[in-house]
C-alpha cells in the first residue's frame, strides 16, 4: 500500500485525563490527519460490535473494556490504561480503517444507524432470577459485568437450562462468546 491510497496517515494525542466512568482508568482525546468517516458506512457493513450515528457522524466500538468513540476528525476514548493503550488502540484501529479504505470496491457500505447493546437489551435476555449464582447480587449487575467484559456467559448457571437457552444463544451471538 502506497502512501497515496491510505485513508488516514496519522494521529496525535493531545490529552490524557482521569476518566470519569473508571477512577482507575483514562480518558484520552487524539486528533487525526485527515478525515476519516468516509470509512464509517463501510465498517458499519462489516463490523458487528460498532454503533453508527450517520446524523452524528460518528462510530463507536466497545473494545474489551474500553468505549472507542470516533468522530471526522477526533476520537474521544473512555477506560484505557494511558497514553500507551491509547497508542495500541488508536494504532489497531487506524491500520483497520486503512485496509478497510483500500477494499472498499470489494464493500457494500451500509448507512443505516446501529446501536450498541445495552444492559437493559442484555438484561432482558437472562433469565432475571437474581439468584447470585454468578456472583453478582442482580441479574442488572451481571449485564453491566458482561458489557465491561469483567463477566463471561458461562458464569450464568440458569442459561444452561432449556427454559433459559434461547436467551443465552442471542448473548453469545451478540457478544461474540
Same mark, same amino acid.
Given at each position: 500500500? @502506497?502512501?497515496?491510497?491510505?485513508?488516514?496517515?496519522?494521529?496525535?494525542? @493531545?490529552?490524557?485525563?482521569?476518566?470519569?466512568?473508571?477512577?482507575?482508568?483514562?480518558?484520552?482525546?487524539? !486528533?487525526?490527519?485527515?478525515?476519516?468517516?468516509?470509512?464509517? $458506512?463501510?465498517?458499519?457493513?462489516?463490523?458487528?460490535?460498532?454503533?453508527?450515528?450517520?446524523?452524528?457522524?460518528?462510530?463507536?466500538?466497545?473494545?474489551?473494556?474500553?468505549?472507542? @468513540?470516533?468522530?471526522?476528525?477526533?476520537?474521544?476514548?473512555?477506560?484505557?490504561?494511558?497514553? !500507551?493503550?491509547? @497508542?495500541?488502540?488508536?494504532?489497531?484501529?487506524?491500520?483497520?480503517?486503512?485496509?478497510?479504505?483500500?477494499?472498499?470496491?470489494?464493500?457494500? $457500505?451500509?448507512? !443505516?444507524?446501529?446501536?450498541?447493546?445495552?444492559?437493559?437489551?442484555?438484561?432482558?435476555?437472562?433469565?432475571?432470577?437474581?439468584?447470585?449464582?454468578?456472583?453478582?447480587?442482580?441479574?442488572?449487575? %451481571?449485564?453491566?459485568?458482561?458489557?465491561?467484559?469483567?463477566?463471561?456467559?458461562?458464569?450464568?448457571?440458569?442459561?444452561?437450562?432449556?427454559? %433459559?437457552? !434461547?436467551?443465552?444463544?442471542?448473548?453469545?451471538? %451478540?457478544?461474540?462468546?
Amino acid at each position: 500500500m @502506497t502512501d497515496d491510497d491510505l485513508l488516514w496517515h496519522s494521529f496525535t494525542i @493531545t490529552h490524557v485525563l482521569d476518566c470519569i466512568a473508571d477512577p482507575t482508568k483514562n480518558r484520552v482525546i487524539a !486528533e487525526f490527519s485527515d478525515n476519516i468517516s468516509p470509512v464509517f $458506512p463501510y465498517l458499519n457493513a462489516i463490523l458487528s460490535n460498532l454503533m453508527y450515528n450517520p446524523g452524528a457522524n460518528t462510530v463507536t466500538i466497545k473494545r474489551e473494556w474500553r468505549i472507542l @468513540t470516533f468522530y471526522p476528525h477526533v476520537v474521544v476514548m473512555a477506560k484505557v490504561d494511558g497514553a !500507551e493503550d491509547a @497508542t495500541a488502540q488508536l494504532t489497531w484501529f487506524k491500520d483497520l480503517c486503512n485496509d478497510i479504505w483500500r477494499r472498499r470496491e470489494e464493500i457494500v $457500505p451500509c448507512y !443505516e444507524r446501529r446501536k450498541l447493546l445495552g444492559p437493559l437489551d442484555v438484561y432482558q435476555l437472562l433469565p432475571r432470577l437474581n439468584c447470585k449464582a454468578c456472583g453478582e447480587a442482580t441479574c442488572m449487575a %451481571f449485564a453491566f459485568g458482561l458489557l465491561l467484559g469483567s463477566r463471561r456467559l458461562s458464569e450464568c448457571t440458569p442459561l444452561q437450562e432449556d427454559a %433459559f437457552a !434461547e436467551g443465552g444463544r442471542r448473548l453469545a451471538e %451478540f457478544l461474540d462468546e
